[in-house]
């Protein structure tokens, strides 16, 4: 195997196996600064020896043990005291994890970076370090913060689990339906990051963040099979992530859904995506109401069935949203609801209802690009560049700002 194949070998491991040795490594240490430390020691030294000794049989299971002799290490050159030594279990001759109880050590992991304690911002950085494994300088672009900032971030909650005793485990019977909420908004907020990255700075779309909040969303979904709003969410993912290849112009624009050249979706990804909201619908059949992550892939599907924007059916779009305004009465879903209203009764009524939103979204860039969309379809020209304007100024995405720019000096 040469150089090129072991750095490949490297880079899937750390994608497969980063969770896994870190979430191991924290069952058995309870420490997550130990955890993280003796993981990214253990890749490092895979660098330096595989190419020489070539990939073992089993890369997971030879990350676990160097990492856990790495953790090892470190208590012992901090001189810990000697019931910590006992609780480590200390010796250089345990076999392996199986990768079953691997597997369910990552979800507890998930859960303790998910805690309620933390604030969201928290729980975001920390799983995305933590559990997806990526850098520092990483996490601190997708915020727009500093690399330092960010590290203090995840260490203030790190140390925050330690301090509050949070538990490596996962929640009661009781607590989980409100636990399993919150590490699902997690990741929705880490795959909207990717999808329409809010920086200026950065790529307009960040592949390596959707990737990973589908990735986790699937690790959840194995191992909660039966929970709708996991599902709903894994079909939302999946549908939205479909669109992505015709989502930004060769020339770094950004594609509205009305103008996609719809042959460049990803058909395996809205078949798998379609599949599970049918299975969904099927439940609701059955008396189970949805969830709103349901009713959001249920419109996703919708608007990936139809062959060409002419054959959207918009009636079920708004009945859709109809429903979801009873779940998530928000601003937002309010405006998104007011898009369906506007291709059904037309842009005039649509106005009135995004007018009624203007306080609650005045620093909100979608809610000036809606609106200046709608004034130009009443042909009130003047009022609707004022809205783009307002609305480059808001926008952080430099595809949502060129592609807005253009629709604003098309008024001209």
């Known amino acids: 195997m040469n150089r090129i194949d072991v750095r490949e070998a490297i880079t899937q491991a750390h994608h497969e196996e980063w969770a896994r040795v870190v979430a191991s490594l924290t069952r058995r240490f309870g420490d997550l600064d130990i955890a993280e430390e003796a993981a990214a020691e253990a890749f490092a030294t895979a660098v330096q020896r595989w190419p020489a000794d070539g990939v073992p049989p089993n890369p997971g299971a030879w990350l676990t043990t160097t990492a856990n002799r790495k953790a090892i290490d470190r208590i012992r050159r901090e001189n810990k005291r000697d019931d910590k030594h006992k609780e480590a279990q200390m010796s250089y001759d345990d076999p392996p994890e199986p990768l079953g109880a691997i597997d369910d050590d990552r979800l507890r992991l998930i859960f303790t970076c998910c805690h309620p304690a933390l604030a969201m911002e928290a729980r975001v950085a920390l799983t995305l370090r933590m559990v997806a494994g990526l850098t520092m300088p990483e996490i601190a672009r997708a915020f727009l913060v500093a690399e330092s900032t960010m590290g203090q971030r995840i260490t203030r909650a790190k140390a ?55 990735r986790l969303t699937r690790l959840i979904r194995a191992l909660l099979p039966d929970d709708g709003e996991v599902a709903g969410l894994l079909a939302l993912m999946l549908l939205i992530e479909a669109r992505r290849p015709a989502r930004v112009s060769a020339s770094g624009e950004l594609v509205p859904l009305a103008e996609q050249d719809r042959g460049a979706w990803d058909a395996e990804l809205i078949a798998e995506g379609h599949r599970l ?80 939103l203007a306080e609650a979204l005045a620093g909100y860039h979608a809610y000036h690009a809606t609106r200046a969309d709608l004034l130009r379809r009443l042909g009130r020209g003047h009022e609707s560049r004022a809205a783009y304007d307002r609305a480059i100024e808001l926008a952080g995405n430099t595809a949502e700002t060129a592609y807005l720019t253009r629709r604003r000096d098309q008024l001209r």
């Open 160 to 214: 925050k689990i330690k301090a509050a005793r949070i538990p490596y485990r996962m929640p009661s019977a009781d607590d989980l339906p409100a636990r399993v909420s919150g590490v699902l908004a997690v990741l929705y907020l880490v795959f909207n990051e990717g999808y329409l990255a809010s920086g200026p700075d950065t790529d307009p779309v960040r592949h390596d963040l959707t990737a990973e909040a589908i």
């Open 277 to 356: 909201v049918r299975e969904r619908l099927a439940a609701a059949a059955a008396g189970v109401a949805p969830g709103r992550y349901q009713i959001l892939a249920a419109i996703n599907a919708v608007h990936t069935s139809a062959r060409d924007i002419r054959d959207t059916d918009w009636s079920q779009v708004l009945a859709l949203y109809d429903q979801l305004v009873r779940l998530d009465p928000s601003p937002i879903t309010a405006l998104n609801r007011a898009i369906a209203v506007a291709e059904l009764d037309g842009p005039e009524l649509a106005l009135a209802i995004v007018h009624r």
